[in-house]
């Protein structure tokens, strides 16, 4: 008997292959849309690995009805989709795409700093619609990055890539996170600061925590009064670390000056009021869509469903 993989939804073809060329049955959700909670319950039957995207709800529900399941492997490095306790009480081993995803979305931070910072997005719309009535000396202003302080929330790989990217702008870097990061201490002589002192402090505030119960709506209210005026926010996280109603007033009253998201609460639904601001860039929750960290995401899901189909251990487990 074959050992059967079901993939949510279809992945680039390099992952297809590694599966194929194991030898294992493949059954790829036909529609180009996630798949629902019921669909994925009814198609679990005799699957022994579930590959799966973010937006897919693997709660208890769905791991209880995996009878058969012995590896979840999530195509994502963020897996608070998946209830991670109730696999571990039935022996699944869950998986992750770590590492090969952390340039991509330290790039998408950048991306979306700088075009906040400098008003980009903003700009392009008003010269396509004819807004640009020539150089002005004080037209289009926006906020200076080289020299600045860039404070990072969450100092695992990603926020430590983006702190290191920083170089080229010279700037002074704080961070918060549980542990101490060496890299960022001795290569960037950033500092370990409270999350008071890094949102008071810093010029440019990126998120890089994952979302649990103790990081949801770690931003609200109080933390974005906390900012500079001339401070930029940007999220390329998980929406709900944002209180992004507070976000819609913080920003409507200019405090932080600009923000850049990647990512909302209510995915793909954006809060009221968010899409009208002039002093936001949103992008399509895109961190890690680049042509090869997408495929390099595949091949590493598949070769974790593979190892633990084959009785050797996953190369990416959660937690691991
Ligand atoms: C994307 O958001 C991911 O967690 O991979
Ligand atoms: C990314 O892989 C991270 O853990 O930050």
Do not use: C
């Amino acid at each position: 008997m074959k050992n059967r993989v079901l993939v949510t939804r279809r992945i680039p073809p390099e992952g297809l292959a590694v599966l194929q060329d194991h030898g294992f049955a493949v059954e790829l959700n036909p529609e180009d849309r996630p798949m629902t909670k019921l669909e994925i319950i009814g198609s679990l039957n005799g699957v022994d690995a579930l590959l799966t995207q973010l937006v897919d709800p693997v709660n208890r529900e769905v791991i209880e009805a995996g009878k058969s399941l012995r590896v979840i492997a999530a195509y994502a490095a963020g897996y608070d989709n998946i209830d991670v306790p109730a696999a571990a009480e039935r022996g699944i081993v869950v998986t992750n795409t770590p590492r090969v995803l952390t340039e991509a979305t330290a790039e998408m931070a950048w991306s979306l700093l700088l075009s906040a910072a400098r008003r980009v997005a903003e700009g392009d719309r008003l010269t396509r619609s004819g807004g640009f009535r020539g150089w002005a000396p004080l037209f289009h202003l926006g906020q200076g990055i080289t020299g600045k302080v860039l404070g990072i929330v969450g100092a695992g790989r990603i926020g430590t890539a983006v702190a290191r990217m920083s170089r080229g702008f010279q700037m002074k870097i704080l961070y918060w996170g549980r542990t101490r990061n060496e890299e960022i201490e001795k290569e960037l002589a950033g500092r370990k600061v409270e999350l008071t002192e890094l949102l008071k402090e810093s010029d440019f505030v990126s998120l890089h925590v994952p979302l649990s119960a103790e990081t949801r709506h770690l931003i609200g209210k109080k933390e974005l009064e906390l900012m500079k005026p001339t401070s930029v926010l940007v999220n390329t996280a998980r929406g709900p670390v944002i209180d992004e109603a507070a976000l819609v007033l913080a920003l409507r009253a200019g405090r932080p000056f600009a923000a850049g998201l990647d990512v909302y609460e209510k995915e793909p639904l954006l809060s009221p009021g968010l899409a009208d601001l002039p002093n936001v860039v949103l992008a399509p929750h895109a961190g890690s869509a680049t042509v090869e960290t997408r495929a390099r995401m595949a091949v590493l899901a598949a070769e974790n469903i593979a190892a633990v189909l084959e009785g050797r251990p996953p190369l990416t487990p959660v937690g691991g």
